[in-house]
T-cell receptor, first 113, second 113 residues
Framework: KAGVTQTPRYLIKTRGQQVTLSCSPI?????VSWYQQTPGQGLQFLFE???????NKGNFPGRFSGRQFSNSRSEMNVSTLELGDSALYLC????????????FGSGTRLTVV | SQQGEEDPQALSIQEGENATMNCSYK?????LQWYRQNSGRGLVHLIL?????REKHSGRLRVTLDTSKKSSSLLITASRAADTASYFC?????????????FGEGTQLTVNP
């Protein structure tokens, strides 16, 4: 079966712009989580969506938002980009709950200049 | 901030040797998972050990969990050059609703041919 698909793979944006990243989970998986990975802070949890509802949110400013559609596909949006938002953004899908391992996508590498 | 701490931060060994990585965490857990990440790519789930388990095997991988010490170790036996990657432990806190992983800082493993 197809894995987790994240688009785009690479993105370059200018400070102040906004960006939308997309994630298509494994078919049948209802939980989609987003993580930010930077050299300085490591892997940090952004938020989790389950059945179109945000079930969990990490400690990120309100500029970071997300949503999930009825087909479980998820998007995350970052507004008013800052240089520090440059990171690898990873999406993970999970059948339901955390009793199973997560399947991660290849990530979107965002560079803010 | 990262809950987990992993040591060593970097490990360099020769092909055929065993590699041991350690992880410590701070909160109670439902389970602890180990992931591998090849340079700049997504995370690959390796193994999950539940809080009521003490040891688990999967192929060349052996994971131990000591909940009294809040620590885990990952042993890779008979390492191969293809095992070169970063390895992360991740925990799931039962006091957090939904799915949310807290990652360690990772161990960079280099296996020299």
């Amino acid at each position: 079966k197809a894995g987790v698909t994240q688009t785009p793979r690479y993105l370059i944006k200018t400070r102040g712009q906004q960006v939308t990243l997309s994630c298509s989970p494994i078919s049948g998986h209802r939980s989609v989580s987003w993580y930010q990975q930077t050299p300085g802070q490591g892997l940090q949890f952004l938020f989790e969506y389950f059945s179109e509802t945000q079930r969990n949110k990490g400690n990120f400013p309100g500029r970071f938002s997300g949503r999930q559609f009825s087909n479980s596909r998820s998007e995350m949006n970052v507004s008013t980009l800052e240089l520090g938002d440059s990171a690898l953004y990873l999406c993970a899908s999970n059948p339901q709950g955390s009793l199973h391992g997560y399947t991660f996508g290849s990530g979107t590498r965002l560079t803010v200049v | 901030s990262q809950q987990g701490e992993e040591d060593p931060q970097a490990l360099s060994i020769q092909e055929g040797e065993n590699a041991t990585m350690n992880c410590s965490y701070k909160t109670s857990i439902n389970n602890l998972q180990w992931y591998r990440q090849n340079s700049g790519r997504g995370l690959v789930h390796l193994i999950l050990i539940r809080s009521n388990e003490r040891e688990k095997h999967s192929g060349r991988l052996r994971v131990t969990l000591d909940t009294s010490k809040k620590s885990s170790s990952l042993l890779i036996t008979a390492s191969r050059a293809a095992d070169t990657a970063s390895y992360f432990c991740a925990t799931d806190n039962p006091e957090t609703s939904g799915s949310r992983l807290t990652f360690g800082e990772g161990t960079q493993l280099t296996v020299n041919p």
